[in-house]
Structure formats: C-alpha cells, structure tokens
C-alpha cells in the first residue's frame, strides 16, 4: 500500500465548501444506526457522478486482501462530530465487508468507502471480509482524542488550560496591553492573580456558547512580566490555570529593533517574497521585497510582529526576519518623480518609483488601475514622466494618505491583467503586463500557456492507492495536447513523477512569459466530513485578476466532466498567488469517491477533464478578446 498523504490545507478548503454540504451531510450525522448503514454503502447510482458517461469499474477477482487506505494504522482522527470516513480495498469485488459491524458496499474493482460511527470506546476498527467460504479479519487501530467536558450553568466547574490567553510565553514591546482570557461557566467567578499577590477580576465578554462564557481582561506585558494565575471559582469549587510569562521585545524597554526581511526561498532575487499576515497565523496578505527595513514589535512562538508604519503591523515568520545590530538607523524612504518606460515590444510597461532604500507596500487591484500603497514613505512627487505610447499605462496620480503613507495609482488602458513586483538599486520597479492580443477565430492562438501538475511531494491517495501526483501527470499531458491543438505553446512544470519545489512551479510559469498558469489536482476531505455528499468539481484563485478565469475554467470542467458544480473560491494557496498571470488551481474530482477514482485511471475521464480546463482557457481569453 502506498504512503499516506494528506493536504494541511484540507480542513481550511473544506470550511469554504461548508455552506454547501452543511445540510446535506446532517441527516447521517444526526440519524439512527438503519441510516448510517445507508451512508455507509452509499448511493448506488447517481450521487457520485453521471455512470453512463464513463467505462465501468474494471472487475477484481484477486484473493482476498484488505486493505486501509485511510485512516493509517494508529491515525489521530479529528473529528468533531459523531461520524467519519474510512476508506480502502479488499481484493475482490464480489467480497462481503463489514466495519464494526455495519456492512459496507464492496464495489467491483474491490474498493470501499464508509461513513461511519466514530469508534470512540474501541478506538479501533473492526474489518471483516468474506468471499466463497474464505473470511479475513483486520483489527484496525486509531486514535480519537477524548471530548472536552461540556461547559453547563449546573454541571461541573470547567475551565480548560487549552483555552487560556495568552497561551504561551512572547516577547512583546514596551507597555503593551495584552488580553488575558479564559473560558469557563457563566456563573463563574474569573480572577487574574498577579506574582506579586495583586488581583483582578475579568468580566464576561458577550460571546457565549450554551452555558459557558469568554472571561476577559487587559493587562500590561510588565504586569505578566512573571507567571501568574487565573483563579476560577463558583461556591467551594476553585479551579488554577498558569498564565505563562510575557516578556519585552528589549529587556532594557528600549525602541524595538530593526530587523531586515530574508527570503529562505532559494528561487531567484526578482521571484523572492517575504509574506506577511494581518493577524497571527492568519491568511496571506502582503507579498514584500527581500532586503526591506522594519521593526520588530513582538514575537509569538515562530511568528514575529513587524511594523510597516505608524498605522500598521502585521505578522510574518520569524525566520524571515534579521535583526540588525545596536545604534541600526531605518531607512528615510521618499519617492521622486515616477518615470514609465515601455518594453518587451509593447506587451508590458516598467514604472520606476525612485527611493533610496525598499519600502514595506501593497498593491490593490482596481477597475483599470493599480493602487500601490507605500507604507513608512513620503510621497515628493512633482511629475510623472510618460512615454507616448500609453497602451499599458496612460497616467499615474499620488496621494500622501498620512505623514508617513502614501500611495501612487497607476491608471491603465486595460483592467488588471499582470503585474510583477522588483527592486533595483535606487528604485522600486513595478512591470505591468498587458493584456494579449486574442485572435477572433482561435483564442488560444499563440498564446502560452503553463500546466502545472499538482505534487509531488504530498498529495492525496485514493481507495485502491492511486496517488495523486500519478493521477494528475496524464491528464496535464492530455491537456497540452489539448491546448496545442487550440494554437497554444504550453509549458509544464513537471514531466515525469518526480518531485518538483511548489515555490518553483509559479516562478516557471513567470520566466516563460506565460500567459496563464492552471494547476491540476484532485480533493480529498478532512475527518468527520460525509463524503456521499460533500464532493464534486471546484477552482480556486487567489488575485483578483484571476476571478474570471476560474469562473471560465469550473463552467467548463462541470460541463465535461459533470460532477456537483462546487463553484469557484478565493484561496490562499501558493501556486496562485503569482500576479504576472491570471493563475488558477483545479480540483476536478474526489480521488477518495471510488467510482471516481476508477475513472481517474481511464483515458475517458483523464480527456473530460483535460478538455473541460481547455474550455474554460478558451472561453475567458476569447471573452477577453471581445472586451478590449
């Protein structure tokens, strides 16, 4: 049996298609033991993709050999509701199968899915299989970890360490307040006892979940300079939870320091980025130049707080941060007269904002503009130097937003298209692409086009071990032939099985010009997800700029492949988070669906998909073409 791979991502790709399954799957969460047997065999025609439009299961008839696919042996399941998948093979497609006593259906390439009652007081799986007076037995072990105590006005007192803040011990600047938390009972007592015997009582904040409350209050980083206590109380009852020590960013409470952005990445100067979050851990936001000077106001486990002005900090990784040495002086960052110069025989336009040193900056995307915000700069611009030719870029205006924000606008001939980010000495250099010209008849004419497929590493495994990063490889290829016939030159970023570094897959599409990026991959479900109805065809996009593609792109998958049209989302996945092309990602099936991962291995299916993505390229640059 192959390796197990599973997608971190999964559980924040499912939140996104939640509003879509959350009714569908809780008549077999909620329902009697008759009903989850029925998930269990699941639907016999119909809910799993249109049968009659691909070539039948190809019959098992080998020994019996059961076999998990997932969950692997001894898993940590996450499951937070009463039910959830396992999937696998048995040999043979005329065996019987039974899990913890539910049968399940056996279909007939010897694949099997079940949804079924979490087996919290086993913590096992018990796998039986039977075929012509010949049985095997398969004791299945997983780990299920035990359910928080409920939080009740008249159980017992709880209030859990796991929900303290702040969590841990950080480093933060000078006179800081930071909120200390705790849920527990309503009709609780919370109090805050410092280290030197001071207490303070925290109040109930409006959110509340059944009978149990957010307790809360402010104190400083110097007050939490020492471990402390939160002291929950209700009648004779007290319950002690730790609050870690805080401590300053500078022992000595001095400024914070200076620290230079790194990249890791081992791409080139003009591919590398350093993110940044507007909370902790949370999503992907700006996209700034190695080498750029900030401040370090905090640091939370492997996450450090930076300031990009006197408005705004945000978070990024501790390893993409330097901090400089004593008496390091930041940068005075003030822009001169932008100059715009045409290149690339007219296909893009270089916007040169000269400053002395990188600024911290974001780039949004308007109806036939970009607005470049520049964060701890003063804007001294007396005019714009603009070349005849404005097919790309026609003017650029400037505001000072605040003493130490501005931001220059960038007025294009076309809506957003591309746009690339560099710094060289002297000046902040943004490359503006503009849109192709589109043939009439042929859309894809001479156009180039870059196919990713998706893994390895990582990647999902379907129920007979078909991995991932096999499935996809053919059908880019078919995809490419596709494409080719359509007048496209196509670049791949892989072409064998071996493992190609997801940083580079963006930057080969950037350094072949390519006019679009489309990444191919198959889905999977997070623990305690009903899988007979959460599946079927969806895109994903993360710039703006790359919206209309991936609405282009799922009509067309849908129509050829005919799966549940899931729709198109906004993703932060990295593959597309490039803006020198309209980039997308392409989730066309469930490889852990066994008739679809049948399919997956036919010429048929592999084409359907393959054709359906062309479709949808074909669609949006010949819409493209009739805009302009």
């Excluded at 056996?106 to 007076?133: E, K, M, T």
Aim: hydrophobic share 40%; aromatic share 6%; charged share 20%.
């Amino acid at each position: 049996m192959p390796p197990i791979r599973v997608r971190s991502n999964f559980r924040r790709r499912f939140d996104l298609l939640a509003s879509h399954f959350r009714t569908l799957t809780l008549p077999c969460v909620l329902s009697g033991l008759g009903t989850l047997a029925a998930c269990a065999a699941g639907p016999r025609t119909g809910a799993t993709g249109p049968t009659s439009r691909f070539p039948a299961m190809t019959i098992a008839n080998g020994p019996l050999a059961i076999r998990v696919t997932y969950p692997p042996r001894d898993a940590v399941l996450t499951v937070a509701g009463d039910s959830t998948f396992i999937f696998g093979s048995v040999g043979n497609g005329n065996a019987t199968l039974t899990i913890n006593g539910q049968s399940v259906r056996v279909h007939p390439n010897g694949s099997f899915l079940a949804y079924l009652p979490v087996p919290r007081d086993s913590q096992r799986y018990l796998i039986g299989a039977s075929l012509a007076g010949a049985t095997e037995r398969v004791d299945h072990p997983v780990r299920i970890p035990p359910r928080p105590a409920p939080i009740t006005n008249d159980g017992p007192l709880v209030a859990e360490q796991q929900s303290v803040r702040p969590g841990s011990s950080a480093r933060w600047a000078t006179g800081e307040r930071l909120t200390v938390a705790v849920r527990a009972n309503a009709n609780a007592t919370v109090v805050l006892e410092l280290a030197d015997g001071r207490r303070a009582p925290l109040v109930s904040a409006r959110e509340t979940v059944r009978d149990s409350t957010l307790w809360q209050r402010t104190a400083s980083v110097e007050e939490l300079g020492a471990p402390a206590r939160l002291l929950v109380t209700r009648g004779a009852d007290t319950i002690a939870l730790s609050v870690p020590a805080q401590h300053l960013i500078d022992s000595l409470g001095a400024p914070p320091r200076l620290a230079r952005l790194v990249s890791a990445s081992s791409v080139p100067d003009t591919d590398q980025v350093v993110i940044a979050r507007p909370v902790l851990n949370g999503t992907y936001k700006w996209m700034l130049l190695p080498g750029t000077i900030v401040q370090v106001t905090a640091r939370v486990g492997n996450q450090a707080r930076i300031r990009l002005d006197s408005q705004l900090e945000v978070w990024t990784d501790t390893s993409s941060v330097a901090e400089l040495s004593d008496g390091s002086v930041a940068p005075r960052r003030i822009v001169g007269n932008p100059r715009v110069a045409t290149a690339g025989d007219g296909e893009w336009a270089d916007v040169f904002l000269p400053m002395a040193a990188t600024a911290p900056f974001l780039i949004d995307q308007l109806p036939g503009a970009l607005a470049i915000t520049l964060y701890s700069t003063t804007l001294d611009i007396d005019i714009a130097a603009l070349r005849s030719d404005t097919s790309v870029v026609r003017n650029v205006t400037w505001s000072q937003l605040a003493s130490d924000r501005g931001q220059v606008v960038l007025h294009l001939a076309d809506d957003p298209y591309g746009y690339h980010v560099r710094w060289q000495p002297g000046a902040m250099v943004v490359r503006v692409r503009r849109p192709p010209r589109i043939s009439g008849s042929r859309a894809l004419e001479g156009l180039t086009i870059a196919v990713d497929p998706g893994h390895p590493p990582v990647g999902a495994t379907g129920p007979t071990g078909l991995y991932e990063g096999d499935a996809v490889l053919p059908i880019a290829e078919r995809l490419r032939d596709e494409l080719q016939r359509r007048g496209a030159r196509v670049v791949l970023t892989r072409t064998t099985l071996d493992p190609v570094a997801l940083a580079d897959r963006p930057v080969i599409a950037r350094r072949a010009n390519a006019h679009a990026f489309v990444s191919i991959h198959l889905n999977a479900l997070p623990d305690g997800v009903n899988p007979f109805t959460a599946h079927g065809t969806g895109t994903y996009f993360f710039q703006p700029q790359s919206a209309p593609l991936a609405r282009e792109v799922q009509a067309g998958m849908v129509q050829q492949m005919g799966l549940r049209d899931l729709g198109s989302f906004y993703d932060n996945l990295a593959v597309v988070r490039q803006t020198w092309m309209p980039s997308v990602l392409c989730e066309g099936a469930f490889l852990m669906i066994p008739e679809q991962e049948a399919w997956l291995r036919t010429p048929e299916f592999q084409q359907a998909y393959a054709r359906g993505v062309a479709d949808g390229l074909e669609g949006y640059f010949r819409a493209l073409g009739r805009h302009r």
